[in-house]
């Protein structure tokens, strides 16, 4: 995985998968039961190492990603939050300036400390040969959640917002980048060895918005830990932008780029792996289907981007229903095994 984040073109690529740690396993059914809410398995090291672990036993991906969630953030800057069963996560929304008030930067690892507990402690279990992922939301989707107060569909409140008042709704994500800087230093001073940004809610941004909150915030993270660590790795996903994809990759500074299901990959191979090594892209759904229509395309994202640095992903997270043996079956095409 480093290797092929410096550059290099491996054998095989390596492979992780987004939320690979997850409902999808029985092991991480029982510890999310035992733990009693997900925040509290979020804040727990001991079991949030263990479900890091799990997928890592089962089939040996070259990477680990922290157990943790991307809303632990605004809950750290004192927002009250919870994740309902059936409803996922629900907060108290914020929806003006006069309300930042309510947040506090100064205080944040009083409440993170456990997550950075949990990396110190996978910095010594994962294998040697296995990389270390440390990771944050980025300050747009992260947004999304605190003004919307949930899932959104329209992304109503928050653009209201930010059209109506961007110097206000621009106090918020700087209020952001300055929690996410820390955040993930910690994670890199606690063993984490790359840091993946996630964006999955860039793509509903027209393009000078796109700029103003999703180029220039993670420009900003990305200088902000290279200044204390110049040569870390940072991965940036800023979901559905299509074309957007080259401006973000030339403008934020990131070492890679994960591609979403949507990317076309003769183009992303071209335009955007001519710029840095890539990661991505199999639907999710590919995963849940199986058998010849997910080998197939197994076969085609390697070999459309195994000639330049990649590393093989899925384009989002596994959903719930994936069946545990066609995750096995992946692996093992990926290995060649
Ligand atoms: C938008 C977002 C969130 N969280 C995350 C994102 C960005 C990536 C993406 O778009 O998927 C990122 C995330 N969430 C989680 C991880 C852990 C590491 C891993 O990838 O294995 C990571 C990297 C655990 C989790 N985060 C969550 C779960 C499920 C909670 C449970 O066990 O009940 C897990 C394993 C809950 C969560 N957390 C979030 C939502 C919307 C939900 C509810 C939907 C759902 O249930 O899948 C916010």
Redesign the pocket.
Known sequence: MLNSLSGEVTDRPPFWL??????YLPEYREI?AKAGN?LDLCYNPELAEEVTLQPLRRYGMDAA???????LIPHALGQPLA?REGE??VLDPIRSAKELGKLDVADIHKTLDPVYETVGRLSQSIPKDCTLIG?A?APW?VATYMVEGR?SKDYANIKNWAYSDPAGFGTLMDILVEATIEYLLKQVEAGAEVVQL?D?WAGVLPDDEFRKWAIEPTKRIVEGLHTQHPDLPVIGFPKGVGGNIIDFVRETGVTAVSLDTGTPLDWAAREVQSLVPVQGNLDPMLLVTGGAAMEERIVQIRETLGKKPFIFNLG??IVPQTPPENVARLAEIIRGS
């Open positions: 987004m939320r690979q740690a997850g409902r999310r997900f990603i922290l157990f943790a969630d991307i809303l994740y996922g996560p990771f939301g989707t899932g996630f999955t989002h997270g």
